[in-house]
């Protein structure tokens, strides 16, 4: 299984199951991938074979794309691709019996359009991945208006009425 999550939107942007995943064929799919969706700012993995390989290097290097690894043994410094492929293995792969690969990918896409289109997510303000990535896009898209202004904007609020902004200074001892 090749499983791409997006960390933003928790969307699973690829499911690919096959018998052997090589650094070409990641790299076709990436490519792909690409081309529908936009070019990420980074790519996180492991360090698994089809995902260390010379084509994949090589078409980091091409595409001008950062590709970070995790520490070895470390799988929480790539979180959301492990949960995701956790919720995967127990709730589809460990209760299917697939007839061959084409029912599989038949499957798997079901599942993953189902965990897209359908499962509101706490992190997302319960919105699916997909509404949750609707609702970026059209922000992004929204002009943002215009302020001539030179003055510098403030970084925080103001306090509320009736807070006391006056504190004494921590004492460290």
């Known amino acids: 299984m090749l499983n791409v999550v997006d960390d933003v939107t928790r969307e699973c942007l690829a499911a690919i199951p096959d018998t052997s995943i090589s650094g070409r064929r990641v790299v076709r799919e990436l490519t ?4 529908r969706r936009g070019r990420p700012g980074m790519i996180v993995s492991d360090n698994g074979t089809e995902l260390t390989s ?4 090589r078409w980091c290097s091409e595409h001008r794309i950062e590709w970070h690894y995790i520490a070895p ?11 995701f492929n956790g919720r995967m293995r127990d709730e589809l792969l460990n ?4 007839r061959n690969l084409d029912h599989a990918r038949i499957v798997i896409a ?19 991945p997909a509404d949750y990535a609707r609702t970026l896009t059209t ?21 509320p009425n009736g807070v006391n902004t006056n504190r004494a200074p921590v004492q460290a001892g």
Do not use: C
Not at 32 to 35: H, S, W
Not at 73 to 83: A, C, D, T
């Open 95 to 98: 209760e299917t019996m697939f």
């Open 73 to 83: 043994g470390k799988p929480m410094q790539n979180g959301f691709v492990e949960s």
């Open 54 to 57: 010379n084509a994949i290097l």
């Open 32 to 35: 792909a991938l690409i081309e």
């Open 110 to 128: 079901a599942w993953a359009a189902d965990y897209n289109t359908e499962r509101p997510h706490s992190a997302l303000e319960y919105q699916t």
């Open 139 to 159: 922000a992004i898209a929204r002009p943002a208006a215009r302020d001539e202004s030179s003055a510098r904007r403030a970084i925080a609020q103001p306090a």
